[in-house]
């Protein structure tokens, strides 16, 4: 076990395997034993790529504690292809359930030349049956906003406008910090929307930076994280501050030395600010 590692993990914090983007999940699983890492976010394409069911038993085995399982959303401007992306991430909910998933993550998928409304409404529609398969389960459905350069991804780029879809469709939020940090009103947003955030998702940006994802260990650049945090604590959040490190700073650093750092300095600041 790594002794930097260790000597900082806040229970509080999780390790998202999005931060260890090209392992498998038995290379995942390893790194986490030896780090002491025992709180964990899980993506839905790693666990797919074990066997859903072997993945369930291998996460079990392995006496992690399971923050969220995230997964991607719909391409909502095509409905033929729904049915059998709906299959798979019910799927992915009843694997979520059998590891005790704090909750079960989704973008929104791409809007096309939708309106935002009428991507909504879509949105809304896809994940029927995801929703009720959640409900069924008890594990909290949460949409998850993403940065406008990722519209392949989400059409949902705000806090703001996440919080306005979660009220819409009655399920919880993912703040992404990376996504959000410039937004108008952060602070107030936050306090106004704090019974719907379910999960926060942390790693910093460097201003200059023009593509993405080409995230930074949180502490090396300009997103004013420990004012976020802040915010959070202060509005209430008892939630899990989910590290989620992804890009080519991450790969040229090497995936153990950015996570053990993260983990110190998310750690440290969580301490300080009495979480």
């Known amino acids: 076990m790594s002794e930097s590692a260790n000597s900082r993990l806040h229970s509080r914090v999780s390790v998202s395997a999005i931060s260890t983007w090209t392992w498998g999940l038995a290379e995942d699983i390893a790194f986490w034993r030896r780090e002491g890492i025992s709180s964990v976010g899980l993506a839905l394409r790693k666990l797919e790529q074990a066997g859903l069911a072997a993945a369930a038993e291998r996460i079990l085995d392995a006496d992690l504690g399971v923050t969220n399982v995230l997964a991607l959303g719909f391409d909502l401007t095509d409905r033929s292809c729904w049915p059998k992306h709906q299959?798979?991430?019910?799927a992915g909910v009843?694997?979520?359930?059998?590891?005790g998933a704090g909750c079960f993550v989704l973008t929104t998928g791409p809007a096309g030349q939708l309106t935002w409304e009428e991507a909504a409404d879509r949105f809304g529609e896809a994940i029927g049956p995801i929703r009720a398969a959640a409900d069924d389960g008890g594990v909290p459905l949460v949409v998850e906003h993403t940065h406008s350069l990722r519209a392949d991804v989400g059409f949902v780029h705000s806090l703001r406008?996440?919080?306005a879809l979660g009220e819409q469709l009655g399920i919880g939020v993912?703040?992404?910090?990376?996504a959000c940090w410039t937004e108008r009103a952060l602070g107030t947003t936050i306090a106004a929307g704090i019974g719907r955030i379910r999960l926060v998702?942390?790693?910093d940006y460097r201003?200059?930076?023009?593509?993405?994802?080409d995230r930074l260990v949180p502490g090396d650049g300009d997103i004013p994280l420990r004012r976020i945090i802040g915010q959070l604590l202060a509005a209430g959040y008892r939630g899990v501050f989910d590290l989620e490190l992804i890009g080519p700073r991450i790969e040229a650093e090497g995936y153990p030395g950015a996570i053990r750092r993260s983990l110190a300095w998310l750690g440290s600041v969580l301490e300080e600010l009495g979480a």
């Open 161 to 163: 406008d996440a919080l």
């Open 87 to 90: 299959a798979r991430l019910v």
């Open 207 to 213: 201003v200059g930076t023009r593509c993405t994802p």
């Open 94 to 99: 009843e694997a979520a359930v059998r590891v």
């Open 174 to 178: 993912l703040l992404e910090c990376n």
């Open 201 to 203: 998702q942390v790693s």
